[in-house]
């Protein structure tokens, strides 16, 4: 029987844990290494008014907050302070845990020390209906203690890209779960959580100084790290240097500015050449030594024409004249006489001269020699002069 009557209540208290348990509406925080949870319970139940004999509607509010150590060291010197100003004026609160004081706006419980992984909780109770929309939006209980005496080993250096790893630990020991703020040399913030043995670590990505502070302990040491720039150190004597991947595109980058200067002065090259060879090209041809002086004069619009043949029986031909318009045959004639007879007196001066070479040398081609071309166009200025004294004469004798 007695067994029957304990099964029995135990099965009772399990059904109202699972009825409050689906009615509940909880709340969740954190802070400063402690867990909170505000659980609000709200029960009705209805009755007949004696005064109205109508049937009303009466409201109850539990409010339970729950409080856990999470950090690996005690706390001690606790403060739970709770904001009762959400509640309507004049209700009555019924604290099942007395507060240590309540001065109507809020109520504070105090507790000596809590141990790591320790649990507290406080109940109330109001006769009204605390909506679950105002419930949530309420804020965290505040809660404060004794700041513990915490260690923060650090390295001093490290190369940047490196991970740098952190240990905590207060009075020799381990602190778990505390929060470790990152302060790195750009101002950027970032949160580390120390795993069980304390430790937590993060990758330092600038150069520079990283400082550190734990939330909710007193850091007794001042903790920094300079972060640097890894030296590129040389190879050591006789220690195998790796040999460089094959690099195609490399190779090839590096030698087209050296192709590309070839090119250019190939093409300069090529560019004087044709430059210096249409020059050439574009000068008058020289004058073959067998060629006579006065053809320059024949070109010039001179009638005029000389041969000379060293050998027997050698005969010149002078001056092919016609009678110009407006001269009779016998000027014309007069004209071959004075022409005659300047060759033959031009004749009589190179005859020395042409016998000389007729006894000592081979027939040849006359070439004649410098003096021998200033015979030449003496006599051909000797002919101009008698031409123009002819057309003078004519001219007066028109008149």
Do not use: H
């Amino acid at each position: 029987m007695k067994n029957g009557a304990t099964l029995l209540f135990a099965c009772m208290l399990l059904f109202s844990a699972a009825v409050f348990a689906e009615n509940a509406v909880f709340v969740k925080y954190e802070q400063d290494g402690f867990f909170i949870q505000r659980i609000l319970q709200v029960s009705s139940e209805s009755k007949i008014s004696i005064t109205t004999d109508t049937a009303i509607t009466l409201y109850a509010s539990e409010v339970k907050l729950y409080i856990k150590n999470t950090g690996s060291t005690a706390r001690s010197s606790i403060a739970i302070v709770e904001d009762l100003t959400y509640l309507p004026s004049g209700a009555k609160i019924e604290f099942m845990q007395k507060p240590s004081d309540i001065d109507g706006r809020a109520a504070t419980w105090r507790l000596d020390e809590l141990a790591p992984g320790g649990e507290y909780s406080v109940t109330y109770r109001v006769p009204i209906e605390v909506k679950e929309e105002a419930f949530k939006m309420l804020a965290s209980p505040q809660i404060t203690a004794k700041m513990v005496d915490v260690s923060l080993f650090v390295p001093a250096t490290a190369e940047k890209g490196s991970a740098i790893e952190l240990s905590l630990s207060a009075g020799g020991k381990p602190v778990s779960g505390a929060k470790i703020i990152v302060s790195s040399p750009t101002g950027a913030t970032m949160q580390v959580l120390t795993d069980a043995e304390g430790k937590a670590q993060f990758k330092a990505d600038d150069a520079g100084f990283y400082t550190y502070s734990v939330v909710g302990y007193n850091l007794l040491n001042i903790a920094a790290t300079e972060c640097v720039v890894p030296k590129i150190q040389a190879p050591t004597a006789g220690a195998a240097i790796p040999p460089k991947p094959f690099d195609f595109l490399g190779i090839i980058s590096g030698i087209l500015p050296y192709v590309a200067g070839i090119v250019l002065i190939v093409a300069i090259a090529l560019m004087v050449f044709n430059y210096v060879q249409a020059t050439g090209e574009s000068k008058p041809a020289p004058m073959p030594p067998s060629q006579s002086p006065s053809s320059a004069y024949q070109s010039a619009g001179q009638n005029f024409s000389y041969t000379y043949s060293p050998s027997a029986g050698a005969t010149k031909t002078g001056p092919q004249t016609s009678a110009p318009a407006g001269f009779s045959a016998e000027d014309a004639a007069r004209k071959r006489e004075a022409t005659r007879a300047l060759l033959d007196r031009r004749k009589a001066e190179m005859k020395p001269e042409v016998e000389d070479e007729e006894a000592g040398e081979e027939a040849v081609e006359f070439a004649p020699s410098k003096s021998r071309s200033e015979d030449i166009e003496k006599t051909i200025r000797e002919l101009e002069a008698l031409k123009a004294k002819l057309k003078k004469k004519k001219a007066k004798g028109r008149k």
